[in-house]
Structures are given as C-alpha cells and as structure tokens.
C-alpha cells in the first residue's frame, strides 16, 4: 500500500461533456431551482398563515415542502458552482457529508409520503374516528419518526464509508457525490457495502411502498361504496395529486438505486438523478395545488387581498 498515494479529494465530472452547453444549464437549473424554493415556500407560507389548512394533511403537506427545499438544496448549489468552476472538486468528507444528507432526507421524504398516504385512509375510511386518531400531538410525533428513522437508515452506510481506502482514480461521473460511483473507486473491498446498499434500499423501497398501496386499496375500496358519484369524485380528487408525487418519487428510485446487476448507463442514471433532483421538486407544488381546491380557493383570497391593498 505505501507504494500508492491515498486519494482525500474527488473532481466532479457532472456534465462537462456538455461542454458548450454550461452556462445555458446553468441558468436552466438555476431558475428551476429559485421557482422550487419559492413554490414550496409558498405552500409553507399559506399553510402557516391561512386557519381553512390547518389540518393534518397540510400539516404533512408543509413538512413534505420542506424536505423537498432540503433534498435539492444538497446538490444544486455545487452544481451550480461547478458548471461555472474549472476546480470540480471535492474532499472525501465533503462528498461524505452531502451524501448522508442527501439520501437522509430522501428517506426521510419517502417516509412522509408513506404518512400522508395513512392520512388519507384515516380520512376517507374512518371520517368519524379522524380527529381523534390524526390529532395535533400524534401528526407531530409521525413526523419526527419520519425524521429519526430517515437518518438513522443511512448512519451504518455512511459510517462504512469512511472505512474505506482510495488509491486513484479520483473522477466521480457524476454530478453530486452518489453513492455507487464512489464505491466504484475504492481500492478496498466493496462488495458487502454494494451489498447492504441494494438490499437496504430494495427493503425501504418496498416496504414503504407496500404500505402506501394496501392504503389506497382499502381508500379505493370505502370510495367505491359512497352513493353520490360528486362524493367519490372528492374523495378520489384528495388523492389523487399524493398518487402521482408517489409514482413519480418511487419510480425514479427504483429505476436508480433498486435495480440489481452491474452494467447500467451512468449518462442515463445521472439524466434521471437530474429529473429527481432538480425538476420534481419544482413540479410537486404545482401538482399538490393544481386539483386542491382549497388551496387554490386560498391562494386566490390571498392574492385578491394583495391586489386590494396595493390598490
């Protein structure tokens, strides 16, 4: 080993292939990055000041905006900053440190999401139980269990990694510092670690997923018994915009991080790792306000007020 140097710091590849296209990529996610914070900012904000969302499921709502500003907020400044640096690089506890953030608060979104899906079967198949069940003191302690577990799931991967040695190449293919392009420069054996990750992603995955499904199953169920078809067409329309955050959130995880085998494209991961960082956090306010009437029945009280005021 002593006839090797240790490697402590990464260069960043990101998409430097695009090499003509950097400053065109850079006002791109720039502006889509500034719109997330604001539109999940937003939504925050109405929840916060209007008493008509002062439910639980905007309570989940407002900590879903929130995690959303955290996981993109992790990779899309030092995104930025090297799109538009020639000095990509990265100390390996930098890269440790924006990982463990990263998918932390990753798990930690999957898991309120998984909680907003009981929310809603609370809701819809138990209407008469749910002030009693959803109350103040129990929505807040689901969400710092969400928080605990979410970090704690990515403590013991983490740890692992600093365990390990690095002896050259330094290139990262990627543009933050994923977890299966590091292991793929370590001298040392990492085998158990590719291990634990799959198995401990396809667990979380499939777990958190099989919860949210037997959720709608037994929602679909109880809707399918309301008489008046403007009743299921309400209740359907509360779930459906979590449905589709759902699909979107699961699906490029699975494609990502729960696929088994070696041999997958590093362009195409790092395009859906984009999509998953970059563009879905800027589309899910507009999908949860898009078909939420009372939000949008807010909003627009909100803005008439402004309108009022400045006149």
Not at 74 to 89: A, N, W
Not at 113 to 122: G, I, K
Not at 174 to 184: E, G, M, R, V
């Amino acid at each position: 080993m002593s006839n090797f140097s240790v490697v402590r710091e990464f260069v960043l590849l990101g998409f430097s292939h695009l090499h003509e296209f950097q400053i065109l990529l850079f006002a791109f996610i720039l502006l889509v990055h500034v719109l997330t914070i604001l539109g999940n900012l937003a939504i925050i904000t109405l929840t916060c000041l209007d008493s008509r969302l002062h439910s639980p499921m905007y309570f989940f709502l407002c900590n879903f905006s929130l995690m959303e500003m955290l996981v993109t907020s992790t990779v899309v400044p030092r995104m930025l900053v090297d799109l538009l640096s020639t000095h990509k690089t990265m100390s390996l506890a930098e890269c440790l440190t924006q990982s463990f953030f990263y998918f932390s608060l990753g798990s930690t979104t999957f898991l309120i999401l998984t909680v907003m899906a009981f929310d809603r079967y609370v809701a819809i198949c138990r209407p008469l139980h749910y002030p009693t069940i959803m109350n103040g003191p129990v929505c807040v302690k689901l969400v710092v269990v969400c928080w605990v577990v979410g970090f704690l799931l990515i403590v013991s991967p983490t740890l692992q990694k600093t365990q390990l040695w690095f002896c050259g190449p330094n290139v990262i293919d990627h543009f933050f510092c994923d977890s299966a392009p590091l292991l793929k420069l370590s001298c040392s054996d990492t085998h158990h670690i590719e291990l634990m990750d799959f198995f401990l992603s396809l667990l979380f995955v499939l777990s958190t997923m099989l919860l949210i499904v037997v959720s709608y199953v037994l929602i679909v169920t109880a809707v399918l018994h309301i008489p008046s078809s403007s009743g299921r067409q309400k209740a359907f329309s509360t779930c459906a915009s979590h449905l589709t955050v759902v699909v979107l959130g699961y699906g490029s995880a699975i494609f990502i991080y729960v696929r088994p085998g070696k041999g997958h494209s590093t362009q195409l991961n790092k395009v859906v790792a984009l999509v998953t960082a970059v563009v879905t956090p800027f589309l899910n306010p507009f999908i949860f306000t898009f078909r939420n009437e009372k939000v949008k029945e807010v909003l627009e009280d909100m803005t008439g007020f402004c309108k009022w005021e400045v006149l």
